[in-house]
């Protein structure tokens, strides 16, 4: 699904006052991302006062709405009514409130478990299909599970492997990445822990790729490392 669904400027720009169509653009230019309203300020250089009536009647007409941004709660940060909040707003799907969602991340994992178990190998298409045709959750995605699994695999509980189109496999294309559960026993049934990767938010962070000691997205700058830490 495209998160961004219109891709002009204000389309309403005739019923808005110059400082309402200046705002609203530079608001709009930051797309899924959304802006603070001091870097409204900054960019604009317009009176704070004018801004704030500016944004007022933007919100009024529909063309901008507020959204919580999970690093900066405290913070008015607004978007254009046409985009969804990407992840780095948000923190994804894995958090709910802009609290770390352990209980769905729990029951995901043991659901996927169960599901590589009972049937000794399995592909992310099959766990996927299990669980939305089950109702288990609402909407978990092709992403969530692939990074339930490697974060399983990462925990050692699940092995992945290459499919041979043999045995086992032979519900398989040879090639085809599988996962087999680690232990010969299965699903280990008192798990009521999470293991090493799954505790800390670096185990199912969507942005785990793009990090680095030296990045834009680094540790140094993760808040929710940093909690972690802390806690």
Request: hydrophobic share 30%.
């Amino acid at each position: 699904m495209n998160k961004r669904k219109r891709e002009g400027l204000a389309s309403n720009s005739d019923n808005m006052s110059d400082a309402e169509r200046i705002v609203y653009n530079v608001i709009h230019s930051k797309q899924n991302m959304g802006i603070w309203i001091a870097d409204i300020k900054r960019e604009t250089s317009l009176p704070e006062s004018m801004i704030k009536k500016s944004i007022k009647m933007l919100q009024t007409k529909g063309e901008i709405k507020e959204v919580v941004n999970i690093k900066n709660k405290s913070r008015k940060h607004y978007m254009a009514a046409g985009f969804e909040p990407a992840d780095e707003i948000t923190g994804g799907s894995w958090y709910s409130e802009g609290k770390l969602d352990q209980e769905y991340i729990f029951r995901l994992r043991q659901v996927c478990l169960n599901y590589i178990s009972r049937n000794v190998i399995a592909n992310r298409d099959g766990i996927l299909e299990f669980i939305n045709r089950g109702g288990y959750f609402s909407g978990t995605t092709t992403q969530e599970v692939d990074q339930i699994l490697g974060n399983l695999v990462l925990d050692d509980k699940i092995i992945e492997v290459k499919s041979t189109g043999y045995g086992d496999y032979e519900k398989f294309p040879v090639g085809r990445v599988c996962y087999r559960c680690k232990s010969k026993g299965g699903v280990n049934n008192g798990e009521g822990k999470f293991g090493a990767m799954a505790s800390i938010p670096c185990g199912v962070c969507p942005r785990i790729n793009l990090c680095s000691p030296d990045g834009y997205i680094s540790p140094k700058t993760c808040e929710f490392y940093q909690k972690w830490l802390d806690f």
